[in-house]
């Protein structure tokens, strides 16, 4: 088995190929590096030269994302917006497109790291909401249109790799009072490339983050 990592050398990513790489994949796992996924070229020749690197693709997780810091609605700027969307929806969309046809021949699948800012609206965090809920769409979008021989699933992380002066609060936030690990995603992620009757759903691992209604 085959799986290209974007936002491999990142917290969660690196976490999630080293994950598969225990269960016996050959893994790419590409940083910025690798090429600039906020362009569409790039992040379409990344997939070509993962899958001719690799002999194909059975797996491809989007886990690179940039542009994560609260602002305030008034001070967002342009070059905030635009790195909030470039690697998480713009990137998402253009490896996703290039990676296909590898997919379809191996029948494989994909999984995009969304977040639950997806699903939950944080005005300090405008763009990064706005960037996470494009993801999480072309999560649904990629599914209807990658069927039926791909499957498209999606992990919503809470706080699962927080600086740790913001340990005690982000635990605050969640039900179970406690901050997960970038493990607990990459658990999630090997049972979605597993799961053969799922597509174009998300799984939700925040320690119930999303049913908190703290102001963000
Ligand atoms: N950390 C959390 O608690 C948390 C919570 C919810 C959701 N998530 C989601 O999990 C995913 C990974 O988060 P993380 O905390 O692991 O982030 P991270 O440590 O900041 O890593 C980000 C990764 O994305 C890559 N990247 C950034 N911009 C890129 C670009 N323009 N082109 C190509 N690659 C680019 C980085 O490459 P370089 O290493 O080369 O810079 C790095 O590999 C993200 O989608 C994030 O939204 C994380």
Same mark, same amino acid.
């Given at each position: 088995?085959?799986?290209?990592? =974007?936002?491999g ?11 598969l790489? $225990? ?8 940083? $910025?590096?690798?090429?600039d ?19 194909g693709?059975?797996l491809?997780v ?8 609260? $602002? ?5 700027s ?9 690697a =998480?929806?713009k990137?998402?969309?253009f ?8 997919l ?5 699948a ?24 494009a993801q ?20 919503a ?5 927080v600086?740790?002066?913001q ?5 605050s936030?969640t039900?179970l009072?406690?901050?997960g ?6 658990d ?29």
């Amino acid at each position: 088995m085959r799986a290209l990592v =974007t936002g491999g050398t990142g917290r969660v990513g690196s976490a999630i190929a080293a994950r598969l790489e $225990r269960e016996g994949y050959a893994v790419l796992a590409a940083g $910025r590096a690798d090429g600039d996924l906020a362009r569409a070229d790039t992040a379409r020749a990344l997939a070509a030269r993962a899958a001719e690197a690799l002999g194909g693709l059975d797996l491809l997780v989007h886990a690179a994302s940039e542009g994560f810091a609260p $602002r305030p609605l008034e001070e967002v700027s342009e070059s905030d917006w635009d790195a909030a969307l470039g690697a =998480t929806a713009k990137g998402a969309f253009f490896v996703a497109q290039a990676a296909a046809p590898h997919l379809r021949r191996a029948r494989g699948a994909v999984v995009m790291i969304e977040d639950v800012a997806a699903y939950q609206p944080w005005p300090s965090f405008a763009a990064h909401c706005a960037a996470k809920a494009a993801q999480a769409m072309l999560t649904r979008v990629l599914a209807r249109g990658l069927a039926p021989e791909v499957r498209v699933c999606g992990v919503a992380p809470g706080p699962v790799a927080v600086e740790r002066e913001q340990e005690r609060r982000r635990a605050s936030e969640t039900l179970l009072e406690r901050t997960g690990t970038p493990d607990d995603v990459a658990d999630a992620v090997v049972f979605l490339a597993r799961a053969r009757f799922v597509t174009g759903t998300t799984l939700v691992v925040d320690g119930g983050r999303l049913l908190q209604s703290t102001r963000r």
